[in-house]
Nanobody, 128 residues
């Protein structure tokens, strides 16, 4: 069965850390760029960070630079998002998505166009 499954979300205090995981199955994961996207009620879904399929090229939104790190383990069919120094504005549902065609910057900047697969999301709440 083809799917992406996110995990690792939860409630964390400002300044804390979380590591999100995106586990893939049912398709050739290694040939897809993978991205993390955040959705907040009333706002458009935005790209947080994306990583290419083979050469490890990454893209980070300005809000994520210096605090978040994306990585992938193709042997485990998993992509990770390490989030440090979390802020209340990082709160949202985090989705991962797979794209076989576009470079990572285009993928992250245009999340509502051209994705091949989406996960169902994991909720991150940053609050004291």
């Amino acid at each position: 069965q083809l799917q992406l499954v996110e995990s690792g979300g939860g409630l964390v205090q400002p300044g804390g850390s979380l590591r999100l995981s995106c586990a893939a199955s049912g398709f050739s994961f290694a040939y897809y760029a993978i991205g993390w996207f955040r959705q907040v009620p009333g706002k458009e879904r935005e790209g947080v960070s994306c990583i290419s399929d083979t050469d490890g090229t990454t893209y980070y939104a300005d809000s994520a630079k210096g605090r978040f790190t994306i990585s992938r383990d193709n042997d485990k069919n998993t992509v990770y998002l390490q989030m440090n120094s979390l802020k209340p504005e990082d709160t949202g549902v985090y989705y991962c998505a797979a794209d076989q065609r576009r470079p990572v910057q285009a993928m992250c900047l245009s999340p509502d166009y051209g994705m091949d697969y989406w996960g169902k999301g994991t909720l991150v709440t940053v609050s004291s």
